[in-house]
């Protein structure tokens, strides 16, 4: 491989990088690797790999915002001319739109983007026209579309936002999963039931302060209760006042139940309801707790995971969860119904309907016998489809055909 071409693989922000790292020791050997993204404290996360490539920090904002977006637009394509990458990558919403314009703008030969997710098909008026805008602005200005998943590359065709031939790396999934890692056989690092009811309650907006001291949490594992385990923002868009209603119900039917909610908070950003966020801090059986650098024991403690979303690209919660040995309830959106095989590894509701979710979540606590044979799928279904070693060698593949190698 000719190690003189040069990439660049961009980001909205440098958190968005996690999906790269991984890949950057095999990209390493055959190119070489610029890493774009905003400034930001996230750029740590990356300190295992920084000294393998070149990182370039432009400030791109994730909101739409005309005059900073064009100071960034002209940063990249100065940059962009200046770097004379033979491709730019880009994956995340703002990135993608500036990315994609700029290396056009400056003639960078191979212009990938990578939809991990559209926010269009579940907006409404006017934001859903200037979304659907921006996203044909970022087709149109890239040589090539990666969607991650078969319902975003039905999106993108039914609602016209390209005619370009796009396809799918494999079964989807952008960044796959370390099987060795996430294996429910491993031994966690939990505590026992001591006669506590839960942990005490977290349910606040995140300082870098208490983020740190959250790391230092155990979960607790309590085998004399169904424990159902949410992953994701604590944010109105990823169903959690659906899925706290529906908890509500069912505890009041079966006190032995318990929900563990693993996420930040963004209160500036589709906040939860008011009477949600009142049932998160009072009630005994939920336990809020932030925002987790390392899920596993807390998926380890649990017996079912639940994805209540209203839209996802291709959730990686999903498939952690699955790779974990958990049965799952997922609503009916893009990414998780790929993932979850009706009746073979979980089930699937309709989305934004807590009904149906309390239904699904009561089947679970009473058939031990369903759940339990869900589970026996859940972890041979992930391996056959997202193991990260065929998923990064679909990617290389595709490099390899679209540079020339």
Same mark, same amino acid.
């Given at each position: 491989?000719?190690?003189?071409?040069?990439?660049?693989?961009?980001?909205?922000?440098?958190?968005?990088?996690?999906?790269?790292?991984?890949?950057?020791?095999?990209?390493?050997?055959?190119?070489?690797?610029?890493?774009?993204?905003?400034?930001?404290?996230?750029?740590? @996360?990356?300190?295992?790999?920084?000294?393998?490539?070149?990182?370039?920090?432009?400030?791109?904002?994730?909101?739409?915002?005309?005059?900073?977006?064009?100071?960034?637009?002209?940063?990249?394509?100065?940059?962009?001319?200046?770097?004379?990458?033979?491709?730019?990558?880009?994956?995340?919403?703002?990135?993608?739109?500036?990315?994609?314009?700029?290396?056009?703008?400056?003639?960078?030969?191979?212009?990938?983007?990578?939809?991990?997710?559209?926010?269009?098909?579940?907006?409404?008026?006017?934001?859903?026209?200037?979304?659907?805008?921006?996203?044909?602005?970022?087709?149109?200005?890239?040589?090539?579309? !990666?969607?991650?998943?078969?319902?975003?590359?039905?999106?993108?065709?039914?609602?016209?936002?390209?005619?370009?031939?796009?396809?799918?790396?494999?079964?989807?999934?952008?960044?796959?999963?370390?099987?060795?890692?996430?294996?429910?056989?491993?031994?966690?690092?939990?505590?026992?039931?001591?006669?506590?009811?839960?942990?005490?309650?977290?349910?606040?907006? @995140?300082?870098?302060?208490?983020?740190?001291?959250?790391?230092?949490?155990?979960?607790?594992?309590?085998?004399?209760?169904?424990?159902?385990?949410?992953?994701?923002?604590?944010?109105?868009?990823?169903?959690?006042?659906?899925?706290?209603?529906?908890?509500?119900?069912?505890?009041?039917?079966?006190?032995?139940?318990?929900?563990?909610?693993?996420?930040?908070?963004?209160?500036?950003?589709?906040?939860?309801?008011? @009477?949600?966020?009142?049932? !998160?801090?009072?009630?005994?059986?939920?336990?809020?707790?932030?925002?987790?650098?390392?899920?596993?024991?807390?998926?380890?403690?649990?017996?079912?995971?639940?994805?209540?979303?209203?839209?996802?690209?291709?959730?990686?919660?999903?498939?952690?969860?699955?790779?974990?040995?958990?049965?799952?309830?997922?609503?009916?959106?893009?990414?998780?119904?790929?993932? !979850?095989?009706?009746? @073979?590894?979980?089930?699937?509701?309709?989305?934004?309907?807590?009904?149906?979710?309390?239904?699904?979540?009561?089947?679970?606590?009473?058939?031990?016998?369903?759940?339990?044979?869900?589970?026996?799928?859940?972890?041979?279904?992930?391996?056959?489809?997202?193991?990260?070693?065929?998923?990064?060698?679909?990617?290389?593949?595709?490099?390899?055909?679209?540079?020339?190698?």
């Amino acid at each position: 491989m000719d190690k003189t071409i040069k990439i660049i693989r961009a980001c909205t922000v440098p958190a968005s990088l996690g999906f790269v790292k991984g890949m950057i020791p095999d990209l390493v050997k055959k190119y070489e690797v610029v890493l774009l993204s905003s400034p930001g404290a996230n750029w740590k @996360e990356l300190d295992e790999v920084i000294h393998l490539v070149r990182c370039k920090k432009i400030n791109m904002s994730r909101r739409i915002d005309i005059w900073s977006d064009l100071k960034s637009l002209y940063r990249l394509w100065r940059m962009f001319r200046r770097e004379r990458p033979r491709m730019v990558h880009s994956m995340t919403p703002k990135a993608g739109l500036l990315c994609m314009l700029a290396s056009r703008l400056a003639g960078v030969p191979v212009r990938i983007h990578t939809f991990t997710g559209l926010v269009f098909p579940t907006s409404t008026g006017l934001k859903r026209r200037v979304l659907m805008a921006t996203d044909k602005i970022t087709c149109a200005a890239a040589t090539h579309i !990666i969607p991650e998943g078969e319902g975003v590359r039905r999106d993108l065709l039914e609602n016209g936002i390209t005619k370009k031939d796009i396809h799918v790396l494999g079964y989807g999934n952008c960044q796959g999963i370390d099987l060795d890692r996430f294996n429910p056989e491993l031994h966690y690092d939990v505590d026992e039931y001591s006669g506590a009811e839960s942990l005490p309650k977290l349910f606040e907006e @995140e300082s870098p302060e208490e983020f740190a001291k959250n790391q230092y949490l155990k979960p607790v594992s309590r085998p004399d209760m169904v424990t159902f385990i949410a992953i994701g923002r604590l944010v109105g868009d990823k169903g959690i006042n659906e899925l706290v209603y529906a908890f509500q119900k069912l505890n009041s039917e079966f006190p032995k139940t318990r929900l563990i909610l693993l996420g930040p908070t963004e209160s500036g950003i589709d906040p939860l309801k008011q @009477e949600t966020m009142e049932t !998160i801090r009072s009630h005994r059986h939920i336990e809020a707790v932030g925002l987790q650098y390392d899920i596993r024991p807390w998926l380890s403690v649990s017996d079912c995971a639940v994805l209540a979303s209203y839209r996802e690209g291709f959730p990686n919660a999903v498939i952690e969860a699955g790779a974990m040995g958990l049965p799952q309830i997922v609503t009916d959106i893009n990414g998780a119904n790929e993932i !979850i095989v009706e009746g @073979e590894n979980g089930t699937i509701v309709p989305p934004r309907d807590a009904e149906a979710l309390f239904d699904a979540m009561k089947r679970m606590v009473e058939d031990s016998e369903w759940r339990q044979r869900l589970a026996l799928k859940a972890r041979q279904m992930v391996a056959s489809r997202y193991d990260q070693h065929y998923v990064r060698r679909c990617l290389y593949e595709f490099y390899d055909k679209v540079l020339g190698n």
